[in-house]
């Protein structure tokens, strides 16, 4: 099992930082896996730096970056907030190592359907490129997390809104995966 459940729909800004679970029916670890992603539990009294290191060098991320992501640490949070959780996808997988804090990925079910992933610190994430997703700080407001890239530390996302991301090569690949 895992800690992610279906969630109610919720318009972007509007009681996004809370939990919003929608039933308990189960979504499970083989449900995450099954829609590409995987998630892990990093035990933070070792060495977790060179754990996460290393199974970011394995999923093929060479690059890696911090990001605070509190109304003091980062400048216009409110608006950056709203640009996380607009539902996009990106051409790399997302990886994220929770340093600090906690927070929600939501993804897209293979059935279209919103699944949050509630992530706190220790959580190591790992979405595949293609994938419907989006983010946001819970009541906290607060989250630390090591971001890892391909290439160099740049946050590209297409958003599902402004059409043309169904075509894109990484999407179809996605989709395929999961069939
Ligand atoms: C994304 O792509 O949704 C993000 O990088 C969100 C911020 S990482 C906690
Ligand atoms: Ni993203």
């Known amino acids: 099992s895992t800690d992610a459940y279906f969630m109610e729909e919720v318009s972007p800004g509007h009681l996004q930082k ?46 890696r970056d911090v990001v605070k992501i509190n109304p003091t640490s980062m400048p216009n949070y409110e608006e950056k907030l ?3 959780f607009e539902e996009h996808l990106h051409t790399d997988p997302e990886v994220r190592f929770i340093m600090e804090g906690s927070g929600y990925f939501d993804i897209r079910d293979v059935k279209d359907r919103w699944v949050r992933i509630p992530v706190a610190k220790g959580d190591l994430l790992f979405l595949p490129a293609g994938i419907y997703h989006r983010f946001t700080t819970d009541e906290q407001d607060s989250i630390v997390a090591m971001r890892f890239f391909k290439d160099a530390p740049r946050w590209e996302a297409f958003n599902r809104r402004d059409e043309g991301t169904e075509k894109m090569e990484e999407r179809v690949d996605y989709i395929k995966g999961v069939k």
Do not use: H, Q
Not at 40 to 60: F, I, P, R, T
């Open 18 to 63: 809370k939990p919003l679970r929608a039933s308990d029916a189960p979504f499970t670890i083989e449900d995450l896996e099954a829609s590409g992603c995987l998630a892990y539990k990093v035990d933070m009294s070792g060495a977790w730096e060179k754990a996460v290191e290393k199974y970011s060098e394995d999923v093929g991320m060479k690059n």
């Open 82 to 84: 709203a640009i996380f």
